[in-house]
């Protein structure tokens, strides 16, 4: 067993198995899992919002699926990961604030769209996803076999 890396909100790492990673509080925001099932080098970005075109003065790239994805996906390619091979796994965009709120503030759904969006832009196959709904997500990335684990309070434990 490697070390269990955290991700915090607004923020990405990259690493190579036996490592893992994890991101706690997946409300609206999005866990981009990342993988190269042959390098075994995996990635994990925990994105707030879909478009970073939108923020002037932005500077955090990690906060947004456009760039976050964009530079997670450079890391883990310098770490050695191959372009052709890398899929992902998507969970989270949860709506949080259920009554009365309208679609066009719907962030969670946007930031799975847009998360999906740059993935197919990027050639990066999705595998699978557990997005949606209305409850937060704690997720485990585990680089040796490339699943997905997602804990939700009062809910089973789900791999995908």
Known sequence: ???MIKVGMADLKACKAPDNLTTIGLGSCIGIAMYDPVSKISGLAHIML??????RNNTNIAKFADTGIQKLYDDMIKMGANKSRLVAKIAG??????????PTINV???NAEASKAKLK???????AEDTGLNYGRTVE????????????VGKPPKTI
């Not at 879909?50 to 923020?55: A, E, G, N």
């Open 1 to 3: 067993m490697g070390e």
């Open 50 to 55: 879909p478009d970073s075109t939108q923020i």
């Open 93 to 102: 965009g949860a709506t949080m604030f259920a009554g009365g709120a309208a």
């Open 108 to 110: 969670g759904a946007r």
């Open 121 to 127: 832009e990027l050639g990066v196959k999705l595998l």
């Open 141 to 152: 990335f585990y680089s040796e076999t490339g699943d997905y684990l997602i804990k939700a």
